[in-house]
T-cell receptor
Framework: DAKTTQPNSMESNEEEPVHLPCNHS???????IHWYRQLPSQGPEYVIH???SNVNNRMASLAIAEDRKSSTLILHRATLRDAAVYYC??????????????FGKGTKLSVKP | NAGVTQTPKFQVLKTGQSMTLQCAQD?????MSWYRQDPGMGLRLIHY???????DQGEVPNGYNVSRSTTEDFPLRLLSAAPSQTSVYFC????????????FGQGTRLTVV
């Protein structure tokens, strides 16, 4: 299965932008890039996803490199509620996962007041 | 909207006992899946279904059975519980698989003693 590489942890200050990086050098042309986050003691929550173009929604922005081998999740103004583990996931077309989400260990984001 | 509902929220089993974890969604989603999450780890895919009557194995299927007789329900059965199955279990559903966002339940915390 296609793999992603993320930093284990990052820190941010409240109300500042946060850029969470993800490397996925083995991505294929049909793989979607998904981001989910998981708050303590909760199930994962969808953040954003994309294929080739940059994407924006009410929660965040997703910037995808031109060669698609890396992407960055951008939280425009971090709040204390954004402290969570953020997962960068490739949703593949072929292979055993058949379009499911295969999670790595993610990045634990801490937000300081 | 209830979304994805998992029952029970907590369960303690003795080694060798069997039980069924329930998962129901009210969004008419075709795709459903089961994950387990061990401490400090990301989620691992157990089984998934792309529609009623169709199921397949994920990354860690051993010791678990599933069936999908209706669109709404996707129960996970532990045939003979083992301590290694102590984990938090999450059910997820989505409309279009890898093209769309997935919705997760709140999880079932299972302890096998």
């Amino acid at each position: 299965d296609a793999k992603t590489t993320q930093p284990n942890s990052m820190e941010s200050n409240e109300e500042e932008p946060v850029h969470l990086p993800c490397n996925h050098s083995t991505i294929s042309g049909t793989d979607y890039i998904h981001w989910y986050r998981q708050l303590p003691s909760q199930g994962p929550e969808y953040v954003i996803h994309g294929l080739t173009s940059n994407v924006n929604n009410r929660m965040a922005s997703l910037a995808i490199a031109e060669d698609r081998k890396s992407s960055t999740l951008i939280l425009h103004r971090a709040t204390l509620r954004d402290a969570a583990v953020y997962y960068c996931i490739l949703s593949v077309l072929y292979g055993g996962s058949q379009g499911n989400l295969i999670f790595g260990k993610g990045t634990k984001l801490s937000v300081k007041p | 909207n209830a979304g994805v509902t998992q029952t029970p929220k907590f369960q303690v089993l003795k080694t060798g006992q069997s039980m069924t974890l329930q998962c129901a969604q009210d969004m008419n989603h075709e795709y459903m899946s089961w994950y387990r999450q061990d401490p400090g780890m990301g989620l691992r895919l157990i089984h998934y279904s792309v529609g009623a009557g169709i199921t397949d194995q994920g990354e860690v299927p051993n010791g678990y059975n599933v069936s999908r007789s209706t669109t709404e329900d996707f129960p996970l059965r532990l045939l003979s519980a083992a301590p290694s199955q102590t984990s938090v279990y999450f059910c997820a559903s989505s409309y279009g698989g890898r093209f769309t966002e997935a919705f997760f339940g709140q999880g079932t915390r299972l302890t096998v003693v």
